[in-house]
T-cell receptor, first 112, second 108 residues
């Protein structure tokens, strides 16, 4: 299994909603990442988890809350988002810091 | 100055043409990655290389560490190669630092 699975694929949410994005991998990777990608722009790093511990938070607003319940699962909890948060949210994983990265298909989020 | 610079930003080719995309970087790296992103979003890793040259099917990637430069070549291009190709370098935590991407369109 060389897949990173993200759910849902699409999400529309209101500014007062609470929702969660989910990312799962069963490759034994110990590093997992959340990236945000706006249209026609490269992905921007949001969070890095290493061995289930948050190691990087790239000054992301607190309305985004990551969680790594176990080594296979990474969540991104969303609350009180703004329309400008609409983007493609990509999850990735790698065996370690110098290994190949595997990406999920992304969740396309629209905040209305 | 961006840490990773790609050229060209956009590229249109006729089917069968040989294609080259270039990448220059300004930081010390452990590895350079070439990635492919189709409309709809998912990113696929094509190559990870730290020296020399790698080949996979019609794709070839080269890197010159001294010159901090890498190229991605596509031989006998096909319309299904149409995608955004992204060069990225590894950050200190294993994250990727991306170039702005090259949008390739191959016409039949």
């Amino acid at each position: 299994d060389t897949e990173v699975t993200q759910t849902p694929k699409h999400l529309v949410m209101g500014m007062t909603n609470k929702k969660s994005l989910k990312c799962e991998q069963h490759m034994g990777h110990r590093a997992m990442y959340w990236y945000k990608q706006k249209a026609k722009k490269p992905p921007e790093l949001m969070f890095v988890y290493s061995y289930e511990k948050l190691s990087i938070n790239e000054s992301v607003p607190s309305r985004f809350s990551p969680e790594c319940p176990n080594s296979s699962l990474l969540n991104l909890h969303l609350h009180a988002l703004q329309p400008e948060d609409s983007a493609l949210y990509l999850c990735a994983s790698s065996l370690g810091r110098t290994n190949e990265a595997f990406f999920g298909q992304g969740t396309r989020l629209t905040v209305v | 100055k961006n840490e990773v610079e790609q050229s060209p930003q956009n590229l249109t080719a006729q089917e069968g043409e040989f294609i080259t995309i270039n990448c220059s970087y300004s930081v010390g790296i452990s590895a350079l990655h070439w990635l492919q992103q189709h409309p709809g979003g998912g990113i696929v890793s094509l190559f990870m290389l730290s020296s020399g040259k790698k080949k996979h099917g019609r794709l070839i990637a080269t890197i010159n560490i001294q010159e901090k430069h890498s190229s991605l070549h596509i031989t006998a291009s096909h319309p299904r190669d149409s995608a955004v190709y992204i060069c990225a370098v590894g950050g200190s935590q294993g994250n990727l630092i991306f170039g702005k991407g090259t949008k390739l369109s191959v016409k039949p």
